[in-house]
Nanobody, 117 residues
Framework: QVQLEESGGGLVQAGGSLRLSCAAS????????MGWYRQAPGKQRELVAT???????NYANSAKGRFTISRDNAKSTVYLEMNILKPEDTAVYYC???????????WGQGTQVTVSS
């Protein structure tokens, strides 16, 4: 079992920045993939960013150039640095963890990010 604890959400003005953190605990395998999804009201959950145990990353087009995902393997923690935030970034952001390709095994409880115009 893996538990994910997110932090760092909040209210910010457009153009501002936020840093989300997600700490994993429990049975953590060395080779894993972590990342962030988000879900805005009335919309489907969207993959925002992924980071593999190698450090390789993938981003949604909406996040490229503004968001940076990173990880601290010693702390089993993944971060999402979000800059130049826009009102359309408003959503609940969910951390995830998986060791299986194409399958999300564990989710965090979600943290609200609200960007005011």
């Amino acid at each position: 079992q893996v538990q994910l604890e997110e932090s760092g959400g909040g209210l910010v003005q457009a153009g501002g920045s936020l840093r989300l953190s997600c700490a994993a605990s429990g049975t953590i395998f060395r080779f894993n993939t972590m990342g962030w999804y988000r879900q805005a009201p009335g919309k489907q959950r969207e993959l925002v960013a992924t980071i593999f145990s190698s450090g390789s990353t993938n981003y949604a087009n909406s996040a490229k150039g503004r968001f940076t995902i990173s990880r601290d393997n010693a702390k089993s923690t993944v971060y999402l640095e979000m800059n130049i935030l826009k009102p359309e970034d408003t959503a609940v952001y969910y951390c995830y963890y998986t060791t299986r390709v194409g399958v999300t095994e564990y989710w965090g409880q979600g943290t609200q990010v609200t960007v005011s115009s």
